[in-house]
Nanobody, 117 residues
Framework: QVQLVESGGGLVQPGGSLRLSCAAS??????????MDWYRQAPGKQRELVAA???????NYADSVKGRFTISRDNAKNTVYLQMNSLKPEDTAVYYC?????????WGQGTQVTVSS
């Protein structure tokens, strides 16, 4: 059973930085073969894709975070990261780690990020 556990959220002032981590376990195949994503959901809004990284390491970002956020992975640690810099109040949301296989999709429990002075 795939399990995704996020950590690293918290309260930060505008302009600050946070690094989120997602520790993954229980994959049928090796972690390195799975694309991994970060989503977020703000109160009253739909969940949206923030950043994605393929098994080969290619990345993609939402326009709203380009140049500020960086997704990366450490296949030896079965972990994916989201480095968030120059944070804005509108980045406030619950951030979720996500992956999928051919037959199922998997979500972590989420970690709260609050950007406020």
């Amino acid at each position: 059973q795939v399990q995704l556990v996020e950590s690293g959220g918290g309260l930060v002032q505008p302009g600050g930085s946070l690094r989120l981590s997602c520790a993954a376990s229980g994959f049928t195949f090796t972690f390195s073969s799975y694309a991994m994503d970060w989503y977020r959901q703000a109160p009253g809004k739909q969940r949206e894709l923030v950043a994605a990284i393929t098994s080969g390491g290619s990345t993609n970002y939402a326009d709203s975070v380009k140049g500020r956020f960086t997704i990366s992975r450490d296949n030896a640690k079965n972990t994916v990261y989201l480095q968030m810099n120059s944070l804005k109040p509108e980045d406030t949301a619950v951030y979720y780690c996500h992956t999928s296989s051919l037959t199922r999709t998997y979500w972590g429990q989420g970690t709260q990020v609050t950007v406020s002075s």
